[in-house]
């Protein structure tokens, strides 16, 4: 499975940006998705997961509300729409895929992962 997160950038307080990691190499039928960040001096950190084909994500407590994960069965892409962004979102953004569908935020329960995008958030 390979896999490659891209829209990342520069934007300001209170912008919104999409990220999307494009997904290949293998069937995603019940894998889980996750999306991932890493700021500087810091571990990495779940932002939110999906279940490919079924729906129902979930998310970390800072970015519920704010961000929506999605999925495109016909891209083979899952999405990550980010809105009221904050100078403390500012990080890589990272997504991966494992091969079991149960709700995880652990980065050690995921088998694959892209290289991430750069989000920037100026104040």
């Known amino acids: 499975v390979q896999l490659q997160a891209s829209g990342g950038g520069l934007i300001q307080a209170g912008g919104s940006l999409r990220l999307s990691c494009a997904i290949a190499g293998h069937s995603l039928r019940g894998y889980g998705l996750g999306w991932f960040r890493q700021a500087p001096g810091k571990l990495r950190e779940f932002v939110g997961g999906?279940?490919?084909?079924?729906?129902?994500?979930y998310y970390a407590a800072f970015a519920e509300g704010r961000f929506t994960i999605s999925n495109d069965n016909d891209k083979d892409t899952v999405y990550l729409q980010m809105t009221s962004l904050k100078p403390e979102d500012t990080a890589v953004y990272y997504c991966a895929a494992r091969i079991w569908s149960y709700r995880t935020s652990a980065p050690s329960e995921y088998d694959y992962w892209g290289p991430g995008t750069q989000v920037t958030v100026s104040s």
């Open positions: 999906i279940t490919w084909g079924e729906g129902n994500p």
